[in-house]
């Protein structure tokens, strides 16, 4: 009787212990859900083949496409022509592992077909078989700067 009572006051703490977890995994992906959404300067998450996964408001914003718009399309047909190259290469040397991230100062076609200097960061997330799964962009204009210099 006593082993039976022990047995279930270890299920209940085993029980209530991944509740907790699983509360504060929830609270950790919504805490990360409202970074992304909320930063000041665009934030994507790129397929491996460049396609557009997830964008964040300020993304939007800058460029004037919808997030169903940047969601239906590559990056590459928003990068200017004489930038793409570049990109790419460097895009190449991340996923190989040569580079553990880059910088580009780059141009973007908004919308209206106006160019948009931004310095676009970008960083691999990688499988556990260190395997590329996505990339994290993080995007700002410098258009202003750019304009002045």
């Excluded at 800058?62 to 928003?78: A, P, R």
Aim: contains cysteine; negative net charge.
């Amino acid at each position: 009787m006593a082993e039976g009572i022990a047995s279930l006051l270890e299920i209940e703490i085993l029980t209530k212990e991944k509740e907790e977890i699983i509360k504060s995994l929830i609270e950790s992906n919504q805490i990360l859900e409202k970074i992304f959404d909320n930063s000041s300067i665009g934030m994507a998450i790129v397929s491996e083949e460049g396609r557009w996964i997830k964008v964040n408001q300020s993304l939007t914003n800058m460029l004037g496409y919808t997030k169903e718009h940047l969601l239906s399309i590559d990056f590459q047909m928003i990068t200017h022509e004489d930038d793409l190259d570049t990109d790419l290469k460097l895009l190449d040397s991340l996923k190989k592992g040569d580079i553990p991230s880059y910088q580009l100062e780059k141009r973007y076609i908004t919308i209206n077909n106006e160019n948009i200097w931004c310095l676009l960061s970008v960083s691999m997330i990688k499988d556990e078989n260190n395997n590329a799964i996505y990339y994290i962009s993080q995007i700002q204009s410098i258009d202003e700067r750019k304009k002045w210099s």
